[in-house]
């Protein structure tokens, strides 16, 4: 008898409201995580990954629901710098996935494992390392070259149609890869000291690249090729205010892969 009712119910309602079963079912469907790929260059800012910045990221990504997978090329650092002193320790010789790992806690992959096919998108944290070991910007400037697999990570994802962060230096990566990209890293005068490496949006402009002045606090969209920036420590300013722009950054990401 009540299961003969409830056989009832369940049809009674199917038939009265079938648009509500495919609602609930899609609306499963979008409860997936966006599965987001985050690209490192070693551990400390001067020679490697921007460790506030990746543990921003993190931070933003994990309340963003996001499934994250950190990736490193496993390649010789150009160099080490003693960060307690500012300077190259040249006797040291360190290697980048290794290095990575530190932030990681020991989960990383090495960057010739990612692909389009296992996530919806793809961050890169800065720090120095994004111009000394992902490229040879801090040496070369416009005529940098690119890490083969850095850039093949690139423009597969930008074919794929899947969005790309980056923050703080890293954004050349972009103008260098992809032509046309728009992308900021702040501001374009180093107004007393305030932007320190304001120079840089001439060299992204010499790349190539479109560049467009924003706070710290602010990201920009390319919404034509899925590239969104923000200048992140490009900026001398509180720790906060870099936060909040790489959580918006982290926002218009998530928001692009439609997860």
């Known amino acids: 008898m009540l299961a003969s009712c409830g056989l ?22 979008r409860l997936r995580p966006a599965r987001v790929a985050v690209v490192l260059s070693g551990c400390g800012v001067y020679d490697g990954t921007e460790i ?5 990221i ?8 996001a499934k994250v997978q950190m990736y490193a090329p496993d390649v010789p650092q150009m160099h080490v710098v003693d960060h307690s002193k500012g300077q190259p320790a040249e006797a040291e010789s360190r290697n980048v996935l290794v290095e990575s790992a530190r932030i990681a806690r020991g989960k990383i992959a090495s960057l010739t494992k990612l692909t389009t096919a296992d996530h919806d998108a ?15 910007f801090a040496v070369d400037g416009k005529d940098c070259k690119v890490n083969r697999e850095v850039e093949r990570v ?12 980056l923050c703080c230096i890293s954004p050349v990566l972009a103008a260098k890869v992809l032509s046309g990209a728009e992308v900021t890293v ?15 949006a ?32 490009m900026c001398e300013t509180e720790l906060h205010h870099i936060f909040d722009g790489i959580g918006a950054m982290v926002k218009n ?3 692009l892969t439609g997860k």
């Open 202 to 233: 001439g060299a992204i402009k010499e790349l190539g690249g479109k560049h467009y002045v924003k706070e710290v606090t602010e990201a920009h969209v390319d919404t034509k090729n899925k590239v969104v920036t923000t200048p992140a420590f």
């Open 122 to 136: 793809v961050i890169f944290p800065g720090g120095f390392g994004a111009a000394k070991n992902l490229s040879t």
């Open 253 to 255: 990401v998530l928001k």
């Open 154 to 165: 690139l423009k597969d994802f930008h074919k794929a149609g899947k969005p790309i962060g």
């Open 58 to 65: 993190l931070v933003h990504l994990s309340r963003g629901g």
């Open 8 to 29: 009832t119910l369940f049809t009674t309602l199917r038939a009265a409201a079938p648009g509500h079963l495919a609602s609930f079912h899609s609306s499963a469907q």
């Open 186 to 200: 702040g501001h374009e005068e180093e107004e007393g000291g305030k932007w320190p490496y304001a120079g840089t």
């Open 52 to 56: 506030h910045e990746a543990s921003a």
